[in-house]
């Protein structure tokens, strides 16, 4: 059906709209069979879940214990860095509350874990909390916390919840890093190992469980651990790796059905690097048809932005597009031979979608889904005509298009019959554009570009979404890129804002949270302008080795 040597040698066309674009061949995935023939052991797990639940009422008793602000808000920031905080919401909660209400004078350490601690779970606090650490011109004051290393670290971590408008906590970004980069020779572990990783990722824009399992391993470092805790985030850490090698092997069996690696040797098998998006959406055990349904989501959308940009000529893309618009599996025939395993592979998930919908009672958001996929599939048609014909659109028409070639219509509609909080408000509200959901896929794409704008160029013979930007403004390539971190960090700025808003109380926590979450994926996987989920091999893998191979020794 499919020969490799057909896409290299292929003579060229006369007719643009039957040429195709230069095919990159990806290498295939790092994993081979790692995952696939794990197989549980249900004892092990359930002598976990006893020892987790017996050690779970200690740590609870030691939390409600706290009275005062400090110990309490450095003991919540333990639990949530450790990955702990799901067993603990309503005591956590209720502590942050009490914190919410009290008027306090800190230190700089105490101020800001307050000021991060209480914005991260949605409460609305000022910025002016800060202002007593500045000098007559409103300045961050050096004499006052220029080596106070704790509480510079603490700043630099609140900072990156920061909204538009915050002048002290945009300058405490490069004031922290500057004096943390400083001090970092003089440092000691685990402090130093803590500056270390808030400078590669901060607290609030990494992947929790990511963030968890690094943070582990700090902990036990540090002389003031409690060991009661420390071993509670060991055994719950391995219960949890146990059951996301059991979630793995279940989707390599179901990838392996379809054989698309030897069918579509132009599409990249990335299935590992789909589950830790999964993974990155929700971590917590309640969350397992999330996590699978994400990961077949990213998938699907892999072989499908593959098949437009990688293979299908411009005619056979439209044909596609038009065949998949009518959802009608009679019309197969009308497609290339290699595309007919992708329409399959579409439908297939399509039906496991509408029979899971139907039985959680959740049949009104299978319109929404079906709508996603033929909405991404134009999008990316247009998109790739934009670049075979070098026509790019004006920037505006560029980024509305964006928005749908993040994924984030396909990616969220994918996961909604496992989701028990969504309804048919939820639906109507993520589908009308709301602040959050533009920022979040904006973040998305503008750092996918930064990262795959070398591969997707095709060693300068096609252009890209650089180019796009180069040609609006005027500017050199390197430009651009900043602009792009910029448009970012704007990004992650209204995303803070609209998160604190619980206004939006009618919108389920979790599906916020999962917007925040995407975006972490995002930052995660596009890290320093590479692309980690083509070549995963420097910045995914050693996560997913860390989250879904070595266990912890306790």
Not at 203 to 216: F, K, L, S, T
């Amino acid at each position: 059906m499919f020969n490799i040597a057909n896409i290299v040698d292929a003579p060229p066309s006369t007719c643009l709209r039957d040429l195709r674009p230069p095919v990159t061949i990806f290498k295939p995935s790092m994993w081979g069979h790692t995952f696939a023939s794990f197989s549980l052991d249900h004892q092990v797990q359930e002598t976990y879940e006893k020892t987790i639940e017996a050690i779970k009422k200690e740590v609870r008793s030691i939390l409600m214990a706290k009275t005062s602000s400090k110990p309490i808000l450095i003991l919540v920031d333990t639990l949530v860095r450790l990955g702990l905080a799901y067993h603990f919401e309503t005591e956590i909660e209720e502590k942050l509350e009490q914190i919410y209400k009290e008027d306090e004078e800190f230190d700089l350490f105490t101020t800001a874990l307050r000021f991060r601690l209480l914005r991260q779970h949605r409460h609305q606090v000022s910025c002016s909390v800060f202002d007593k650490f500045t000098n007559k011109d409103n300045k961050l004051e050096e004499s006052l916390i220029g080596n106070d290393v704790e509480g510079l670290l603490s700043l630099y971590e609140a900072a990156h919840v920061r909204i538009r408008g915050e002048d002290i906590l945009e300058e405490a970004v490069s004031f922290t890093k500057h004096h943390l980069t400083r001090h970092m020779l003089s440092l000691e572990s685990p402090l130093k190992d803590k500056v270390k990783r808030a400078l590669v990722h901060s607290i609030h824009r990494g992947v929790p469980i990511i963030e968890a399992r690094v943070y582990i391993s700090i902990y036990e470092k540090d002389d003031s651990r409690d060991e009661i805790i420390l071993k509670l985030a060991k055994l719950n850490f391995n219960y949890l790796q146990n059951m996301y090698k059991e979630e793995l092997s279940e989707l390599y069996r179901w990838w392996n059905n379809f054989d698309l690696k030897s069918k579509l040797p132009y599409a990249r098998d990335r299935l590992t690097e789909c589950y830790l998006w999964g993974v990155a959406f929700h971590f917590e055990p309640k969350y397992s048809y999330v996590r699978k349904a994400v990961a077949i989501a990213v998938q699907m959308v892999t072989v499908i932005d593959d098949t437009y940009d990688n293979y299908a000529t411009l005619n056979e893309a439209q044909l596609f597009t038009d065949v998949l618009e009518r959802w009608d599996m009679n019309e197969i025939g009308q497609l290339p031979d290699y595309m007919k395993p992708v329409y399959q592979f579409i439908m297939s998930i399509y039906e496991d979608y509408e029979r899971e919908a139907t039985k959680q009672g959740k049949s009104f958001a299978i319109p929404s889904y079906k709508e996603a996929v033929k909405q991404l599939a134009r999008a990316y048609n247009i998109e790739q005509n934009w670049i075979m014909e070098r026509k790019m659109p004006p920037l505006e028409e560029y980024l509305k298009n964006s928005v749908i070639t993040s994924c984030v219509f396909v990616m969220f509609t994918a996961h909604f019959p496992g989701m028990k909080s969504v309804t048919q408000e939820t639906i109507d509200w993520l589908l009308s554009n709301p602040k959050i959901v533009v920022s979040t896929a904006m973040i998305g794409r503008h750092i996918d570009d930064l990262g795959s704008h070398e591969r997707e160029n095709k060693e300068g013979t096609l252009p890209t979404v650089v180019d796009c930007y180069m040609k609006h403004h005027g500017i050199s390539k390197e430009k651009v890129l900043s602009m792009f971190e910029v448009l970012v960090e704007d990004a992650w700025k209204d995303i803070s804002k609209e998160w604190a808003n619980k206004a939006a109380g009618s919108i389920p926590k979790e599906m916020v949270e999962q917007l925040v979450n995407y975006a972490r994926a995002a930052e995660v996987t596009y890290r320093n302008g590479e692309d980690g989920y083509t070549n995963p091999k420097k910045n995914l893998g050693p996560h997913i080795v860390a989250l879904f191979v070595d266990p912890i020794v306790i």
